[in-house]
């Protein structure tokens, strides 16, 4: 059963890159013709999309975080990961990874990570 | 990029049904049928409900149902129960290629 968990620092300086990285297990992130997600959601707000990425390194993020997030992966290791660069408070979410197949299945546990000096 | 627009809360008595609709434009719901739809509880992440419009993942009751007209996409609840209060998200694959998230709707089992 696949299975995916998010890992990172849970507390980022403003201005500074928030970096996370979503484990896969159960399965190969090589597999099939998924990509892989990442989604965020501030306390009390709704989902953001945030970017997928396939593992050929093929990459698209929402328009709306202007440039500052870079999509990575990792098949030797079974992970993806995410740089935010320039955060501030509003960057304050739990962050979610997740498969996509034009649909998000299935996603991690969710990591909370604060933007506060 | 706006979200799609959902109603803030919906609510519902037992055993009855409730329908949360899922407007877009023809940038998004209304060119694909990519709308799937997504079950969170408090504290939990969200979980697959609805996937292609219309199609439910093995495991998810069949009291769960979705459809779509033109730019807008419904989800319906049959037999409303307990567990079945939490918020909603619906999301759509858009022009880009991106993808869009409704602003969520929170379920009132009555």
């Known amino acids: 059963q696949l299975h995916l968990q998010e890992s990172g620092s849970g507390l980022v300086r403003p201005s500074e890159t928030l970096s996370l990285t979503c484990i896969v297990s159960?399965?190969?992130?090589?597999?099939?013709?998924?990509?892989w997600s990442w989604i965020r959601q501030p306390p009390g707000k709704g989902l953001e999309w945030i970017g997928y990425i396939y593992q050929s390194g093929t990459s698209y993020n929402n328009p709306s975080l202007q440039g500052r997030v870079t999509l990575s992966v990792d098949r030797s290791k079974n992970q993806f990961s995410l740089n935010l660069k320039y955060t501030t408070d509003a960057d304050t979410a739990v962050y979610y990874c997740?498969?996509?197949?034009?649909?998000?299945?299935?996603w991690g546990q969710g990591l909370l990570v604060t933007v506060s000096s | 990029q706006s979200a799609l627009t959902q109603p803030a809360s919906v609510s519902g008595s037992p055993g009855l049904s409730i329908t949360i609709s899922c407007t877009g434009t023809t940038s998004d719901i209304g060119s694909y049928n990519y709308v799937s739809w997504y079950q969170q509880h408090p504290g939990r992440a969200p979980k697959l409900i609805i996937y292609g419009v219309s199609k439910r993942p093995s495991g998810v009751s069949d009291r769960f149902s979705g459809s779509k007209s033109g730019n807008t996409a419904s989800l319906t609840i049959s037999g409303l129960q307990a567990e079945d209060e939490a918020d909603y998200y619906c999301?759509?694959?858009?022009?880009?290629?991106?993808?869009?998230f409704g602003g969520g709707t929170t379920l009132t089992v009555l």
């Open positions: 997740a498969r996509r197949d034009d649909w998000f299945d299935p």
């Open positions: 999301s759509s694959y858009t022009d880009i290629p991106s993808v869009i």
């Open positions: 159960g399965d190969s992130i090589s597999s099939g013709g998924f990509s």
